[in-house]
């Protein structure tokens, strides 16, 4: 990271004001260059809070009464940035879509803690290149390059605590902002460096008994950083090296693969529900060992069942259970032999109809899916899609978009010159990817005479 930039920001800050801090009005505005969106959008943790349109000079204000002090997160469609918000702030941002986090700034009172946070995403950003060519090192060596690192930080933050008044909170939201980071590093170390090496096991290397020595002032119910992301993170990435490392036998690994999904995903929720106190990060935390399991493992339908069953008994109360049942109804909607679901779509001329009467019309059928706000996505899954009737004419490749309104996807067809009689767009995103668990960009769904072959196919493997 750029020390002696950051060592300039600090002390820049530090002539600012530190007035006290007394009403408990928040003022929170700022200046987007280049907007993407017509709303800034604020959120507490995973609630909404409030949101603001843009003016004609592309400004923005939230004044807000006695809010929690804390984390915040602010949207401006597709992007995301914290904030960290307490009683007296009168904060002013002016970004540029265009480097929507290296153009960043804040000003007024508590600029302060909220651009350091910035200034450490974005040397973490920075890192990564760096530290990926350290996994390759010694446990020694490794620890001792991501700890240095570390420690600049800490004693960049050491040098504004004692410029700057800072709360209990505020002070703690720093410090994670650096240590989960690092901490990440280190979890993720003996994996990588197998990778790296090509050694056999995660284990040819013993580790030092200072190695994993920050687990011990780990916190598991810790409110104030749920839905921090370096935080939420680490914990993802340390449960899963635990489930692995004690696991091992029973999950049976072999070659660095889990043989047994269903066995070690059901591990990975014990050891969370044993754990982790704070319910929001437990229901979190729950969640995304659902979703990698019934999206990524591609277990058989019983074993699925039994999955459900394990994770109702252990988190009946999640926030997120409509999702995951959802999810695991959908999964099983989507089986080979299933029908094709009857996902109503709009073709030419706007004339409505859907994904099962499509398949059935066309015997052996390829729908690969695509969105006008994703024009390179859209570009290369064309070219590929041209390449495979090329290659099947077998199959007709059926392409459904998605989020895009109607003149624009009849210009973007007409732009590639494509068959607009075998290309139809949804009006409802949300059902579209709910009912075809539609997870990752390049997937397709193969079908013959209505009914599902391979619902999880991928248009550059599959074929």
Not at 25 to 53: C, M, Q, R, W
Not at 385 to 402: C, D, Q, R, W
């Amino acid at each position: 990271m750029n020390k002696a930039a950051l060592y300039l920001f600090v002390f820049f800050l530090a002539s600012c004001t530190t007035e006290k801090k007394k009403s408990p009005t928040v003022y929170f505005a700022g200046e987007i260059v280049n907007p993407t969106s017509d709303f800034v959008v604020l959120h507490k943790d995973d609630v909404v809070i409030d949101s603001a349109k843009l003016d004609e000079n592309n400004r923005f204000s939230f004044s807000l009464e006695s809010i929690e002090e804390g984390l915040y997160h602010y949207d401006h469609a597709p992007e995301m940035q914290y904030l960290f918000l307490q009683h007296g702030d009168s904060l002013l941002v002016r970004l540029n879509t265009i480097d929507f986090d290296e153009s960043l700034v804040f000003s007024g009172t508590g600029a302060e803690l909220n651009n350091f946070l910035v200034e450490v995403f974005l040397a973490n950003e920075e890192e990564e290149q760096l530290i990926n060519t350290y996994y390759k090192l010694d446990p020694i060596s490794f620890a001792s390059k991501i700890d240095s690192l570390r420690n600049t930080k800490l004693n960049i933050l050491k040098d504004l605590k004692s410029e700057v008044a800072l709360t209990e909170k505020a002070y703690e939201m720093a410090l994670a902002s650096i240590n989960y980071t690092n901490f990440s590093y280190k979890e993720k170390y003996p994996f990588y460096h197998k990778k790296r090496t090509g050694e056999k096991t995660v284990n040819d290397h013993d580790l030092h008994d200072n190695f994993y020595s920050y687990r011990n002032q780990l916190s598991f119910d810790n409110k104030n950083l749920t839905y921090f992301r370096p935080y939420y993170n680490f914990m993802k990435i340390h449960f899963g090296n635990l489930s692995y490392m004690s696991c091992s036998a029973a999950c049976g690994v072999h070659k660095h693969t889990i043989k047994n999904p269903l066995h070690f995903n059901r591990h990975t929720l014990k050891l969370i529900d044993s754990i982790v106190m704070e319910k929001d990060l437990k229901d979190n935390l729950f969640r995304n060992v659902a979703m990698d399991y019934l999206l990524k493992a591609k277990d058989n339908e019983e074993n699925h069942k039994i999955f459900i069953d394990e994770f109702l008994e252990l988190s009946g109360n999640n926030k997120h259970i409509n999702e995951i049942k959802d999810l695991y109804q959908g999964i099983k909607n989507v089986q080979p032999n299933q029908k094709v679901p009857k996902v109503e779509v709009y073709g030419l001329n706007e004339t409505l109809t859907d994904l099962q009467t499509i398949s059935t019309e066309n015997k052996n059928v390829v729908f690969y899916f695509w969105s006008g706000t994703q024009k390179r996505h859209f570009e290369d899954t064309i070219r590929r899609v041209e390449t495979l009737s090329a290659k099947h004419p077998e199959y007709t490749f059926v392409g459904i978009n998605y989020s895009t309104e109607a003149l624009r996807w009849r210009s973007m067809l007409e732009s590639k010159k494509l068959d607009q009689t075998i290309q139809f767009r949804s009006n409802n995103t949300e059902e579209l990817v709910r009912s075809l668990i539609l997870d990752y960009p390049n997937k397709s769904i193969i079908t013959k005479d209505g009914r599902i072959v391979n619902a999880f196919a991928n248009i550059y493997d599959s074929f």
